[in-house]
């Protein structure tokens, strides 16, 4: 621990996702630099301002913390006392201000602000006429300063002007600014400062004689200056104090979350990020001139979130795999095409058709780097014009008569990749960064950029889209998905087999062999769902060919890791034939 130092004490103030730090004092005392703690002479403890705990507690925080020895070396003279040098560095660091937050959860950035502009609005005030402007920070001359407004010694602008400085101060004097206020009042209706005091008085029917005492004419001064400034806003926000008529609302984010959560596993923060997009762009349309884009590896459950979230939110969703996309005029699959194919699923109501959601699956597929490729670049910088909103003659080929204008403004459009290159590289580039393990992250999410270098999209497309990453699912993910999801392949088989009147049991070993397959492979749920399929295709085919032939001789089907192997290893449990003991 260093002894004998002097640090700036500062006010910390929210700004945004930033803090803004103010010199308040300097304060002596010493200062522990293994745990970043600076003790005053009175015991009270402070934080570095560079820490994490000067963001995220309200502990009392300093900066530039140095030695004393330090402190005397900018006295240039060597005949200053302590105090006075103590004070010149005092009026030296309150002329600026500290803007600090973090660029991303672990770099830090700091801004130095000037607040020169203080004096110089001072002095301005003051070479406009006003001799007998007091500074603000000289309170003890805060009485002169009210009687001297009271006597009308100060023009309206000049009283505004002051008003101004004084706001800008730490602590505002609230009887100061009431007296200023309530002179500009008596101005305004060619009153002195008195008859319009008891006017006031009398319209409030509180006093019957008119004050005299310099304490009850401040406090009625304040009044009539708070009344003056609701009056003022209400003409700057004349719905300030009116009630808003709340738009009727349509979603309950929360029950949907829980509805898809049922089916969608491990993807509850990412669910509920594109839900409450959705739900926004629904709000204001003009907020679905972005387009969002979720990326993941395969089986995370891009798929299947949007089949869900359509199904709650009662739209119609059309799935377009962008890999089959090209311009028109090339062969494949147009636009045009799609939206006709998204017309007639909705029945041709042209209404529920431009309200729909459109998910561009394998949209990584598009990434190139050649700006005139007609199904790389060229599809994407046509789905710009998607994204923004735009007309389309739908028809259901390119020789068709048949056409449709359908507008795509009102769409929810969203965009889905694995983009498997750009998170092997990000996770390959974040190994052996740092040694110390990244506790608030599971995983590193990439940037925007990366996914313009590695992934070639072009910067265009991604400045016009909201990234929603998808969690990597872990070997426990995969377990519960099986054993939770509604959907899962467990839950779908167990209904099959129970139609035959069976009761099929997947046992503990059956589930974690199946898990570590699709874990191992990178497959994610769609490797799940393959592997359950045909572990239980022979055992499914022989039940079912027994129940035909009217066969009911089976009560379980029972299968294990050895299964997953090889699905002919499998055993059947026979029921068992119950006499009735009664019976002769």
Request: charged letters at 30%; proline letters at 2%.
């Amino acid at each position: 621990m260093k002894n004998n130092q002097v640090a700036t004490e500062v006010i910390k103030i929210r700004w945004l996702d930033a803090y803004i730090f103010v010199c308040h004092n300097v304060v002596t005392g010493n200062y522990d630099e293994e745990q970043g703690i600076f003790t005053d002479i009175y015991g009270e403890e402070y934080c570095n301002m560079m820490s994490g705990d000067a963001l995220t507690t309200d502990a009392k925080v300093v900066y530039n913390i140095m030695d004393m020895d330090k402190l005397k070396k900018l006295d240039v003279n060597k005949n200053k006392k302590v105090n006075d040098i103590i004070s010149e560095y005092y009026k030296e660091v309150a002329t600026k201000a500290y803007v600090i937050g973090y660029t991303d959860e672990y770099t830090p950035y700091v801004y130095a602000i000037k607040l020169d502009f203080l004096k110089e609005e001072a002095n301005r005030i003051e070479s406009n006429g006003s001799k007998n402007v007091i500074n603000p920070k000289s309170t003890e001359k805060l009485e002169q300063l009210i009687l001297d407004t009271i006597d009308g010694k100060y023009t309206k602008e000049q009283l505004k002007e002051m008003i101004e400085v004084l706001e800008t101060t730490k602590d505002t004097i609230d009887n100061t600014i009431g007296t200023m206020e309530t002179k500009i009042s008596a101005i305004d209706s060619n009153m002195s400062f008195k008859d319009y005091l008891n006017e006031q008085i009398e319209k409030e029917k509180n006093i019957t004689k008119p004050a005299t005492s310099t304490n009850t004419i401040t406090d009625i001064a304040l009044k009539v200056a708070n009344d003056r400034k609701k009056e003022e806003e209400k003409k700057k926000n004349p719905l300030k104090d009116q009630t808003i008529k709340r738009k009727e609302l349509k979603y309950d984010i929360e029950e949907i979350y829980n509805k898809v959560k049922e089916t969608l596993i491990a993807q509850d923060e990412p669910l509920k990020k594109v839900i409450t997009e959705i739900v926004r762009k629904d709000m204001d349309p003009r907020l679905k001139r972005q387009g969002i884009f979720i990326t993941g590896a395969t089986g995370t459950g891009k798929t299947e979130m949007m089949r869900q979230l359509a199904m709650q939110l009662n739209k119609k969703l059309i799935i377009v795999d962008s890999s089959q996309l090209t311009i028109e005029g090339y062969v494949g699959k147009d636009i045009e095409k799609e939206l006709y194919d998204l017309y007639e699923a909705c029945n041709k109501n042209i209404e529920k058709t431009e309200e729909a959601i459109v998910f561009f699956d394998e949209i990584d597929k598009k990434g190139t780097e050649k700006h005139d490729d007609p199904n790389g670049r060229g599809v994407l910088n046509l789905l710009l014009k998607f994204i923004e909103g735009t007309t389309y003659d739908a028809a259901p080929n390119n020789k068709s008569t048949t056409i449709v204008p359908i507008n795509t403004s009102n769409m929810t459009v969203i965009f889905g990749g694995a983009f498997t290159d750009v998170y092997n590289h990000s996770m390959t580039s974040n190994i052996g960064f740092s040694t110390e393990p990244q506790s608030n992250k599971k995983y590193h999410v990439p940037e925007l950029e990366d996914f313009e270098k590695y992934g070639m999209m072009p910067r265009e497309f991604l400045g016009r889209v909201l990234h929603v990453p998808l969690n990597p699912l872990s070997l426990n993910d995969l377990k519960r998905i099986l054993l939770e999801s509604k959907e899962s392949a467990i839950k779908i088989h167990e209904k099959l087999f129970r139609e035959l009147g069976v009761h099929i049991i997947f046992t503990d070993q059956f589930i974690n062999k199946v898990a570590e397959k699709a874990y191992l492979s990178k497959t994610g749920a769609r490797g799940l769902n393959d592997t359950v399929n045909v572990a239980t295709s022979e055992a499914y085919a022989k039940v079912y060919m027994d129940c035909y032939k009217n066969l009911n001789s089976y009560k379980e089907v029972l299968l294990t890791d050895k299964t997953v192997e090889d699905s002919s290893n499998y055993q059947l449990v026979n029921r068992r034939i119950i006499r009735n003991k009664n019976k002769k």
